[in-house]
């Protein structure tokens, strides 16, 4: 990928000043609406890819005022045209990755319904001889789910981008087992409300609120009731 040497533009990109030529004249530069002198380079990827936009457009229209450039405006095109395709394929692999997990999400749901119910016939078949079960490792209904789970562990951020979130975490080391995950959210200070249900470790939210601080927890439930919550994470999107 070409990088900022190469193309000498002679900028952190982090932190970046845009510097005028010496030939800027104050008509281009009313005409121009780039950061002004000491203001921090855009951060967001559109803001970068609308400067660079604007700059190779300024260049192209007024190549005597930018004949100093280190860099030329067909370097710059060229620059902006790779960014965009790293971006894009980027936004593919997000959507790849959101669209898996949601598949085993229900794949997974689906094989829990579909094992739920040949084991309630098989317990229905087999009452009152709970034994012939323990070739499937199954004590039945009436030996598990008698608890509600413990508190889940380790709530992690997995990943995040947009408005999505991907969130892992670890069963309970106590009580029942669980057999679904409640995803919880609020703002700091305000009421919780469920957002999601998972059945394994990890959960994917997409479409969360941006620019505001939120709280996301996890709590188990069981046939036996619900469990305790998990330690809350934060964070801004």
Not at 3 to 22: I, W
Not at 213 to 219: A, C, F, G
Request: glycine letters at 8%; hydrophobic letters at 40%.
């Amino acid at each position: 990928m070409a990088n900022h040497e190469s193309l000498g533009l002679g900028f952190d990109s982090r932190r970046a000043v845009l510097r005028p030529t010496k030939h800027l004249t104050a008509d281009l530069e009313t005409r121009m609406t780039f950061p002004g002198l000491g203001e921090p380079f855009p951060e967001r990827d559109g803001d970068i890819l609308d400067l660079a936009v604007r700059m190779i457009e300024a260049m192209e229209r007024d190549p005597e005022t930018f004949r100093d450039a280190p860099y030329s405006a067909a370097q710059l095109r060229a620059a902006v045209e790779e960014a965009r395709a790293a971006i894009a394929a980027s936004n593919a692999s997000d959507q790849a990755y959101r669209e898996a997990i949601r598949a085993k999400e229900q794949s997974l749901l689906d094989l829990r319904g579909a094992l739920k119910g040949r084991l309630w016939s098989i317990e229905v078949n087999v009452r009152g001889r709970p034994e012939r079960l323990s070739g499937l490792g199954w004590g039945g209904s009436e030996t598990t789910d008698r608890v509600p789970p413990g508190a889940v562990r380790d709530l992690t951020v997995e990943a995040s981008r947009d408005t999505s979130v991907v969130l892992e975490w670890r069963p309970p080391a106590d009580g029942g087992p669980a057999a679904e995950y409640r995803v919880q959210r609020r703002q700091p200070g305000g009421p919780w409300t469920d957002v999601a249900t998972a059945v394994d470790n990890d959960c994917l939210l997409t479409d969360q609120p941006e620019g505001i601080e939120l709280d996301l927890r996890v709590i188990p439930v069981n046939q036996a009731g619900i469990g305790e919550p998990s330690a809350a994470v934060t964070l801004v999107l």
